[in-house]
């Protein structure tokens, strides 16, 4: 029964804290529109799937305490013309809602 416990809490961590989607690319693309959750958008140069599935956007949500800092970051790398990497999961609604992000 140990042995059964430790597998399942191994194979739950890895299934379930991976990235739906995780690509690197320039920023092709930002929209700020009004409608919540997808206030801000973000899309890669060649359109890819995002998230894997057929959304080649992103968005991060107005109410995430850290939604100032991604904005900002998101901005510097498109103007400065930097590779990002997006890392996404898929909400409920199978939009990629892009949850960490790192800048080369």
């Known amino acids: 029964m140990k042995y059964l416990l430790t597998l399942f809490l191994f194979l739950s ?3 379930f ?3 739906a989607g995780q690509l690197k690319g320039k920023i092709a693309l930002t929209e700020v529109a009004h409608d919540e959750p ?3 958008r973000v899309s890669l140069k060649g359109q890819p799937a995002l ?3 057929t959304n080649n ?3 991060v949500k107005k109410t995430d ?3 100032p800092t991604f904005v900002s970051a998101l901005l510097a790398a498109k103007f400065s013309g930097s590779d990002v990497t997006l890392y996404t999961i898929v909400d409920p609604d199978g ?3 892009l949850r960490h992000l790192s800048i080369d």
């Open 13 to 15: 961590v890895n299934v």
């Open 17 to 19: 804290g991976a990235w």
């Open 38 to 40: 997808y206030s801000f």
């Open 51 to 53: 998230c894997g599935n």
């Open 57 to 59: 956007w992103a968005y």
């Open 65 to 67: 305490s850290n939604y």
């Open 95 to 97: 939009r990629c809602y």
